[in-house]
T-cell receptor
Framework: DTAVSQTPKYLVTQMGNDKSIKCEQN?????MYWYKQDSKKFLKIMFS???????INETVPNRFSPKSPDKAHLNLHINSLELGDSAVYFC???????????????FGPGTRLTVL | AQTVTQSQPEMSVQEAETVTLSCTYD???????LFWYKQPPSRQMILVIR??????QNATENRFSVNFQKAAKSFSLKISDSQLGDAAMYFC????????????FGAGTILRVKS
């Protein structure tokens, strides 16, 4: 059973297009995250949601819009894609925001986005 | 803002030998958590080990152990009896106990294991 899954795993698209990446977790966690890994492998948080409420919104262009239809899903929609958006996007989840081992984050397999 | 520094872009180790990966961090907080994640070529992020700052005892997980020096803000990862499957990118990460649950990552260290 996959704990945190993302679709698609690879996404190749043209500049200016709009695309979405889907994330689902079957761990019963309350909190979900999006991280971006750039071409130099540097990982940085973009967003986090707790019980469908936006908790963290790092300085991400407003072309990026996360949507959480329920606790188990956190999708990432990107408008007007630019070359610099090419990266690997990771979804993660944890049971809680704070406290003990339940805040440990579990990552999905990543989505490699290539913008041409 | 917290920062995490991994000063070794790349390390090599002979199979069955021991290797230590370095990590330092900068924070003004007294309570926080530290993690090591492994990212093999499959790109999956895998939690290796975690340490709570309030615990003086160093965390261990089988062949993986940490040397946590709170005063020096140092958090190194020791891998004993290295195996070919340990070859990966290793990321050190910091999480505040107060400000949400975002992980702040270091730049990573590529570990190569020679047979």
């Amino acid at each position: 059973d996959t704990a945190v899954s993302q679709t698609p795993k690879y996404l190749v698209t043209q500049m200016g297009n709009d695309k979405s990446i889907k994330c689902e977790q079957n761990l019963g966690h309350d909190t979900m995250y999006w991280y971006k890994q750039d071409s130099k492998k540097f990982l940085k948080i973009m967003f986090s949601y707790n019980n469908k409420e936006l908790i963290i919104n790092e300085t991400v262009p407003n072309r990026f819009s996360p949507k959480s239809p329920d606790k188990a899903h956190l999708n990432l929609h990107i408008n007007s894609l630019e070359l610099g958006d090419s990266a690997v996007y990771f979804c993660a989840s944890s049971q809680e925001i704070f406290g003990g081992y339940r805040d440990t984050q579990y990552f999905g397999p990543g989505t490699r986005l290539t913008v041409l | 803002a917290q920062t995490v520094t991994q000063s070794q872009p790349e390390m090599s180790v002979q199979e069955a030998e021991t290797v230590t990966l370095s990590c330092t961090y900068d924070t003004s907080e007294s309570d926080y958590y530290l993690f090591w994640y492994k990212q093999p070529p499959s790109r999956q992020m895998i939690l290796v080990i975690r340490q709570e700052a309030y615990k003086q005892q160093n965390a261990t997980e089988n062949r993986f152990s940490v040397n946590f020096q709170k005063a020096a803000k140092s958090f190194s990862l020791k891998i004993s009896d290295s195996q070919l499957g340990d070859a990966a990118m290793y990321f050190c990460a910091y999480r505040s106990a107060q400000y949400g649950n975002k992980l702040v990552f270091g730049a990573g260290t590529i570990l190569r294991v020679k047979s």
